[in-house]
């Protein structure tokens, strides 16, 4: 065999052995070499479609569907500037479930005819409200239902009535994907308003915190129904589930605390009555009723008898009282809401008349 020989052919391995060299030293490095990610793309803005006009100070009066519209005048219909029917509820199918339609048709005559607006009232249970809203299948699907119902019925906006959202199971993220979708389709073209009731924001936790501040932000919802009643206690004695400190203590913490606009906190007053102290199934009564049976109306408590309870203390407001609610909402909120008309006295002693009297609305 020819061996090769001389010192030209003594230079050719090294020149083999870099590339081999540097083949090396790039893979014994080849862990330890930090290869930057690519950067998060950042979120898409949120969408801000521009609301229907400013409603101004608004006066909500609710109408449930088991109410007969003959049993309330007109000239109640004309003490609210929005009337909210009560309800159409999110079926456990996921379908919209509308009480009393025919009730509801009524409801709507008599409001437009007075000079009111019309809401329909979304109700249900918790759980068929997460469970319609859990997909955007879901809530595409039940959103088409509710805006056909609302262009059907000549109807001027929805109330979401969803008790509770709840940061503690995932509830919350549910309601505000649908309260973004619905209000994307209800203000498109500034046509239709959207409102939601809320709790009175007085004892903190998974329910209080589950309202996210974008929905007043972001101009999703045009005014917050605040539930400032039904602080009750079955085992505690004497103790008034809607006092004026309630309301006061409610303002404050959606529009202080919170940063709510004044503008969007509307006070919600109850035309009834709790009992304090013992079971609350059969001895709630309605300002008209308590009256009747010998209440003052310029008190907010009265010994009464209702079917088998006799002679028990029931807890409510009185004239006074809601008017003092009524200036306290002028100065701070941006409404009154009252559940419900029908509970309410026709004659003097009514509370809506006690309430435009205070604002100086006319009706």
């Known amino acids: 065999m020819r061996r090769w020989m001389g010192s030209p052919q003594k230079c050719k391995w090294p020149l083999l052995a870099l590339p081999m060299l540097l083949f090396w030293v790039a893979c014994s490095k080849k862990d330890n070499v930090v290869v930057p990610s690519p ?79 019309i809401f329909i009232s979304l109700g249900g249970q918790a ?22 119902l609302v262009r059907t019925e000549g109807l001027h906006g929805v109330d979401v009535d ?49 309202i996210p501040s974008v929905l007043w932000t972001a101009q999703k919802v045009d005014f917050f129904n ?5 602080d009750f206690s079955t085992t505690q004695a004497y ?43 059969g001895t709630t009564m309605g300002f008209a009723a308590i009256v009747t049976a010998g209440g003052s109306p310029l008190l907010d408590s009265a010994v009464v008898s209702q079917g088998s309870f006799l002679n028990y203390k029931i807890y409510y407001n009185g004239l006074p009282t809601i008017k003092q609610k009524a200036m306290l909402a002028r100065q701070q909120g941006g409404g009154v809401m009252m559940w419900e008309k029908g509970q309410d006295r026709i004659d003097a002693n009514s509370l809506l008349k006690a309430i435009c009297d205070t604002l100086g609305r006319t009706y």
């Open 127 to 148: 759980l068929d409200f997460r469970n319609m809203a859990a997909s955007l299948a879901s809530r595409t699907a039940f959103i088409r239902e509710v805006m056909a």
């Open 239 to 281: 103790q008034q589930h809607s006092p004026l400190s309630l309301s006061q203590t409610s303002l404050n913490y959606w529009v202080n605390t919170r940063g709510m606009p004044a503008s969007k906190a509307v006070l919600g007053v109850p035309a009834y009555g709790r009992a304090s102290g013992m079971t609350q199934t």
């Open 39 to 117: 950067p998060v793309p950042p979120a898409p803005p949120l969408v801000t479609i521009a609301p229907p006009p400013d409603l101004g100070f608004v006066v909500v009066g609710y109408f449930p569907s088991y109410r007969d519209p003959a049993q309330v005048p007109d000239q109640k219909f004309r003490m609210c500037n929005i009337v909210n029917y009560a309800f159409a509820n999110v079926a456990s199918t996921g379908n919209l479930s509308v009480l009393n339609l025919s009730v509801l048709r009524t409801v709507a005559a008599k409001a437009k005819a007075n000079n009111a607006k």
């Open 162 to 210: 969803w008790e509770f959202p709840r940061t503690d199971d995932g509830s919350d993220q549910l309601y505000l994907a649908f309260m973004q979708q619905l209000s994307d389709s209800l203000h498109t073209n500034r046509q239709f308003y959207l409102s939601t009731a809320i709790t009175s924001g007085k004892f903190p936790g998974a329910i209080r915190d589950a």
């Open 226 to 230: 605040i539930m400032s009643y039904d």
